[in-house]
């Protein structure tokens, strides 16, 4: 989850296919998970969330799988639209203590969805 | 629900001059709020998180001096870039927490230090 480089991975999708976005986390005290869409020039928009102690939760065309034992997460867009077309953010937060709740941002995956 | 808006959207501002950014959370309270800082291609660095009636916990190697962080209200926390520098020049972007652990976003605000 290292905030890294200037070249973001990128998915590259047909309409109407399913998308799978991949993310690895740092911490395996992390008991927190958000998936965020950016659109260009705007600020992270929530998807959907995760806590650990579940390892699958689904949304509205959306499903979020964790897998703690290598500390993977991923996120599942079903019949991908041109709309979805942004850039996708994992995050994680690690129970901290003095009672704040700090999320650390993957490095970010491309989704390019093509008609 | 859980709309977080930031004002001003874009500045343009001359080197050496001080700016600041507002927050808000709309349709509820929020006693905690982060401010971020985004490079372009990057993924959100922290800077500081906002506590209402407290002091900011800033994040390692961000200065307190210059960037001034206030959050007097349950809805308001304001970011104060003081003494811009051309380096400062970045895209911030607010969140404000929401119950225990949800963060929720603001659209940004892109900062040009001239």
């Known amino acids: 989850g290292e905030n890294v480089g200037l070249h973001l991975p990128t998915l590259s999708v047909q309409e109407g296919d399913n998308s799978i976005i991949n993310c690895a986390y740092s911490n395996s005290a992390s008991d927190y998970f958000i998936w965020y869409k950016q659109e260009s020039g705007k600020g992270p928009q929530f998807i959907i969330d995760?806590?650990?102690?579940?390892d699958k939760r689904q949304g509205q065309r959306v499903t979020v799988l964790l897998n703690k034992t290598v500390k993977h997460l991923s996120l599942q867009i079903a019949a991908t639209q041109p709309g979805d077309s942004a850039v996708y953010f994992c995050a994680e937060k690690a129970p901290v203590g003095g009672g704040y709740n700090k999320l650390i941002f993957g490095a970010g995956t491309r989704l390019a969805v093509h008609p | 629900g859980a709309v977080v808006s930031q004002h001003p959207s874009r500045v343009i501002c001359k080197s050496g001059t001080s700016v600041k950014i507002e927050c808000r959370s709309l349709d509820f309270q929020a006693t905690t709020m982060f401010w971020y800082r985004q490079f372009p291609k990057q993924s959100l660095m922290l800077m500081a998180t906002s506590n209402e009636g407290s002091k900011a916990t800033y994040e390692q190697g961000v200065e307190k001096d210059k960037f001034l962080i206030n959050h007097a209200s349950l809805t308001l926390s304001t970011l104060t870039v003081t003494s811009a520098h051309p380096e400062d020049s970045s895209f911030y972007i607010c969140?404000?927490?929401?119950?225990?652990?949800?963060?929720?976003f603001g659209p940004g605000t892109r900062l040009l230090v001239l």
């Open positions: 995760i806590r650990s102690n579940m």
């Open positions: 969140s404000a927490l929401a119950g225990r652990e949800t963060q929720y």
